[in-house]
């Protein structure tokens, strides 16, 4: 690579070609000085003067420490992983009795084939209750900052896609439902093997924002639109914090329910941990599809 | 050293990729780029943390014909951590891309010195 092309590659003034800024630009709501051209002199005079004192020596400086900067922290860094326990060693201090005891007695304690399912849903359920949380509090931050722009909708490029598209229509027509019956099967097989509330949600979110890509947002608006979002998301949160608040009343113990564990590698074991499951993958599948409609028509 | 850093390679790439995505952040001006350098940087930490609960020549934590042998199974602790990391990550970029969209609404770049400039000059008109 040339001197002068690295450089260019280190500025990286290429922000007016992406695509997505001018997708952006179609529903901007500040209105554009002479059509909005990106090199328009409103916009670089001030950037242009300054550049003429300290900033100039500065930004040609700048690049240099910054590498050097981030070697000097690949250094330390691997100083320390030098003194880390080696990869797969068995006698690491984090494989320590804590890990034992989930292993030894978590299908029994818990009724979850899954270790990992019966320690984030029944030994530390509080902790994915704040991450569900989490996750609808980003949702509701994305919201506020998104949902007030004025006009969101373009029906325009929505009725592009549906006509230009047969050969995406034809593929999602035969691809979605497998994709929404496989996130489906990942969230019921939650405590019994791989998968889980989180992957499985994220899986069937995937597939409604591919339905979305393919058909257009009109036959999803139908069954899914912010009232009923609000409404399945609030009650899913709402059964989440229900069924794990008597541990407020039992001294944080959460282990002794009146759901008993039942018989390890049945569908229907594991006490609350396969509703729990549900809850959580409804609040991820429906944040996704939920992201998804915002940023691409700003609103939902 | 070389053989302690190539016995654990996989933490060395997660240290390596730590830092590429640092060197984004630092070195992009454009704030969707940033925003790729901390999804990378989250990436690493993820990678990091899940490498510590795997053990040589043991399973995933998952029960196998009922056998509750601790020498079986590999950490099930990292893998529920890293779990909590995704969750993080996904919500912080999706705020962060938020905020980026209402930037561009305003100042109509994504250059974060152009954003700086006309802040000003927008405070200085005041």
Redesign the interface.
């Known amino acids: 690579m040339k001197k002068s092309e690295f450089r260019k590659w ?7 070609e ?1 695509d ?2 001018e997708a ?2 179609d529903r ?3 209105p ?1 000085p002479d059509g ?1 051209s ?1 090199d328009h002199p409103w ?2 005079e ?2 242009n003067r ?1 550049e003429q004192g300290e900033i100039k020596s500065f930004r040609k400086s700048y ?1 240099f420490f ?2 050097v ?3 000097i ?2 250094g330390f ?2 100083l ?3 003194h ?1 326990p ?5 006698d ?1 201090p ?2 320590n009795e ?3 005891r ?7 304690e818990t009724g979850a ?4 399912a ?3 849903l029944d030994y ?1 359920a509080f ?2 209750l704040g ?1 569900s949380h ?2 609808y ?3 509701t ?2 919201f506020i ?2 949902l007030s ?1 004025k006009g969101g909708g373009e029906p325009e490029r929505e009725r592009k896609i549906m006509q230009s598209d047969p050969l995406l229509k034809s593929t999602a027509r035969i691809i979605v439902p497998l994709v929404i019956v496989y996130g489906i099967y990942v969230i019921f097989n939650g405590h019994l ?2 998968g889980g509330g ?1 992957s499985g949600g994220a899986v069937i979110g995937g597939g409604l924002i591919l339905y979305a890509i393919a058909f257009g947002f009109e036959p999803l608006d139908k069954i899914l639109n912010l009232k009923v979002y609000r409404m399945i998301v609030l009650c899913a949160l709402c059964f989440y914090s229900l069924a794990k608040c008597y541990s407020f009343f039992c001294g944080a113990n959460h282990l002794e329910t009146i759901f008993s564990p039942g018989k ?1 590698g049945m569908i229907f074991s594991a006490g609350l941990i396969l509703p729990l499951n549900i809850a959580v993958g409804i609040v991820v599948a429906c944040t996704m599809y939920g ?1 998804y409609s ?2 691409q028509r700003g609103r939902i | ?1 070389l053989q ?2 190539w ?6 790439i997660a ?2 990729l ?3 995505g ?2 984004t952040l ?5 704030l ?2 940033k925003i790729l350098g901390l999804n990378i940087m989250d990436t690493a930490s993820c990678l990091l943390l899940t ?8 399973t ?4 196998v014909d ?1 056998v ?3 020498q079986r ?1 590999g ?6 951590l890293v ?2 990391g ?3 990550s ?3 970029t ?2 962060m ?3 980026t ?2 930037l ?3 100042y ?4 974060l ?2 954003i700086y ?2 802040a ?2 927008e405070e200085g008109e005041k």
């Open positions: 280190l500025k990286s003034w290429d922000a007016g992406f997505f800024t952006l630009s901007a709501s500040l554009q909005g990106k916009k670089l001030p950037i300054l690049p910054a590498v900067l981030c070697c922290m690949i860094l691997l320390t992983v030098e880390l080696t990869f797969g060693a068995p690491a984090a494989h804590v890990m034992e989930y292993v030894e007695k978590g299908m029994e084939v899954n270790v990992v019966g320690v984030i530390r902790d994915t991450e989490v996750l509090t980003a949702a931050a994305v900052l998104l722009l093997g791989p989180f390890a992201f915002i940023f | 050293m302690t850093l016995d654990s390679r996989v933490n060395c240290v390596i730590f830092a590429v640092f060197a630092l070195l992009h001006r454009n969707f780029k490498s510590l609960g795997y053990i040589e020549g043991r995933a934590p998952i029960i009922g509750t042998d601790v199974y950490n099930p602790l990292p893998a529920g779990l909590t995704i969750v993080v996904v919500s912080v999706a705020v891309l938020a905020l969209v209402r561009y609404e305003r109509h770049t994504l250059d010195d152009e400039m006309l000003r000059q």
